[in-house]
């Protein structure tokens, strides 16, 4: 699953389940849901149950999988992706076996989406009003770019006097930004841990992480989230270059139309305009496909085949580092030079280069502003240019254990928040459900010699849990 794909699924399901049968109302929400959140295991699972008459229950779902423990894992994930997402409900079936039926509202309308019918609109009206000639795909690519590339100078231009002033966006979606404490709130502003994490994340995940605060203010604006997670999947499934009416719109997503322009998602001719147009931007939120041209598209810090010319068209890689702690960047772009300028020291600066020094100075001033020492080597490992990608490891292993140790110099102790398990039972159970937490990602600490373990998500490990349970009261009534 995408970063992107992650990001909005944790956001789903902290909701309510009131909240889903509304939004399951619309096909197109519950195709979103089905192409962009869900496993391969899972979809197939939905699918085998989309026309079934009556409950599935838990013993012929676990003969479609191989009884290997990787299967086993992989079959447990996607069951609680289903259940995490109100996909999937436990009903007991009539011989009163444990089993599974599909949500009745996700079930009524992924079947209209995938055959037609109805008359819900949720895909979207074309609009009579075609502006063909005049707004062109090529247009709106540079129209959702310039207005992205905005967002992203203002994160990073806080500490930046050069940028910010070439910063066009609305008080609003400032204000939005350091709500979702991208940049520090004070008088001189600065890029904040999450700031730089969203700096480093490819366009569809920025875009998801931006909305997502967006979700999370919408009841402060008078909005129903509803209406703007239905919108937001909407645009998904829209058509790149095609204008779109805006009469089957509530007031609340009228009211998104100009937040979703100033984001670069979408193009109203005016505020007054009947109709409107989705830019890539909004047409690949429910796609793994590329929020915008690989000629013209910014990576996820904003660098562009055109403004590297050290590299080729599908090579993202512009940073060299040495063992000395220099730092070359074959980049014009004044975007990421003030990344960089984040953790090292710029020395110079050529039309196409700039060199910098990875000092202590600089490391501790970016950890002192929130950013990580992991974050600085994930980025400098992902952005290194294509001549160090031959060597193994990438970068020197002297400059990332020193990095690291400059962290360290102010660090003694890390804290996660989470929930310790104990008394699992046997030992192998104890094994299957520390696998089962480390394949979700969860495990954080396991005390094999106690038999505890540490997690730092427990509605997943419920969930496990509730299943091994009814697996076991159903063997106790076979043995009977």
């Not at 992650?6 to 309510?16: F, K, N, T, V």
């Not at 013993?59 to 996909?87: F, G, H, M, Y």
């Not at 990580?372 to 400098?380: C, V």
């Amino acid at each position: 699953m995408s970063s992107a794909s992650q990001r909005a699924l944790d956001y789903l399901e902290s909701l309510p389940g009131t909240t889903f049968t509304k939004l399951y109302q619309q096909p197109s929400t519950a195709l979103a849901v089905f192409r962009r959140m869900l496993p391969h295991l899972a979809k197939t699972i939905v699918m085998g149950m989309l026309y079934m008459p009556t409950p599935f229950s838990v013993k012929d779902l676990e003969s479609w999988v191989k009884p290997d423990s990787d299967s086993t894992q992989a079959r447990d994930k996607a069951l609680s992706v289903l259940v995490r997402l109100r996909i999937m409900l436990d009903k007991p079936g009539k011989d009163g076996r444990p089993s599974y039926v599909l949500a009745p509202a996700f079930a009524k309308a992924l079947r209209l989406a995938l055959t037609g019918g109805g008359n819900h609109r949720s895909f979207g009206v074309p609009s009579t009003e075609s502006e063909k000639a005049h707004v062109t795909v090529e247009y709106l690519d540079t129209l959702a770019r310039r207005q992205w590339e905005a967002i992203l100078y203002y994160v990073v231009g806080s500490a930046n006097s050069n940028l910010s002033g070439n910063v066009n966006i609305t008080p609003g979606t400032k204000r939005l930004l350091q709500k979702g404490m991208f940049v520090a709130a004070s008088k001189d502003k600065q890029t904040t841990k999450q700031g730089f994490e969203f700096l480093l994340q490819e366009i569809n995940a920025q875009v998801w992480t931006l909305l997502i605060v967006y979700l999370e203010v919408s009841a402060e604006l008078q909005m129903d989230s509803v209406d703007v997670l239905s919108f937001l999947f909407t645009l998904g499934s829209l058509e790149l270059g095609v204008s779109y009416s805006t009469s089957n719109l509530t007031p609340t997503q009228l009211q998104m139309l100009e937040d979703l322009t100033d984001f670069g998602l979408v193009h109203r001719p005016s505020p007054s305009s009947s109709h409107y147009y989705p830019t890539r931007l909004a047409t690949t939120l429910t796609s793994d496909s590329p929020a915008l041209p690989n000629n013209s598209t910014p990576s996820a810090t904003g660098l562009t085949a055109s403004t590297n010319p050290a590299t080729g068209s599908d090579e993202k890689g512009f940073i060299i580092v040495e063992t000395n702690y220099r730092l070359y960047a074959y980049t014009s772009s004044p975007l990421l030079i003030s990344i960089i300028s984040l953790f090292a020291d710029l020395k110079t600066r050529y039309p196409n280069l700039i060199t910098a020094k990875l000092g202590k100075r600089s490391i501790q001033q970016a950890i002192a502003a929130g950013i990580t020492s992991e974050q600085i080597i994930s980025y400098l490992t992902t952005h290194a240019h294509p001549v160090l990608r031959h060597a193994t490891p990438i970068l020197p292993p002297t400059v990332v254990d020193q990095i690291r140790l400059w962290q360290l110099e102010g660090e003694r102790m890390t804290t996660y928040s989470g929930f310790l398990i104990k008394d699992v039972g046997g030992p192998e159970d104890y094994d299957k459900a520390v696998r089962y937490a480390e394949a979700l990602g969860v495990l954080k600490k396991e005390f094999k010699n106690k038999g505890w373990f540490f997690v730092s998500r427990m509605d997943q490990m419920s969930a496990y849990f509730r299943n091994l349970h009814a697996r076991r009261r159903e063997a106790q009534m076979a043995a009977r």
